[in-house]
């Protein structure tokens, strides 16, 4: 019997084996697709906060350039009182 049991052991090993190996090759490939995933998501997001943040900076821009605008028409009114002033 205890030559059975040992030979039947030894048989056993290899499928034991084979099984282990099958689940970890498993294991990876779905290791493997959860980061594709994640970088896939992950550059997705990268894109959105490029383009939020050159929205932004477009809007900045423009609102620098309202308000140099403003302050710029302020100075031109301020002279043309000024020059009216001395004109009286």
Request: proline share 1%.
């Amino acid at each position: 019997m205890d030559k059975i049991s040992a030979i039947k052991t030894e048989a056993a090993a290899p499928a034991v084996n084979k099984q282990k190996n099958n689940s970890i090759e498993k294991e990876r490939s779905d290791t493997k697709e959860i980061i594709k995933v994640l970088a896939d998501r992950l550059q997705k997001m990268e894109e959105k906060m490029d383009l939020l943040i050159s929205l932004i900076n477009s809007n900045n821009e423009a609102s620098v350039s309202v308000k140099t605008r403003s302050v710029k028409a302020e100075r031109e009114r301020a002279m043309r009182n000024l020059v009216r002033k001395k004109l009286k």
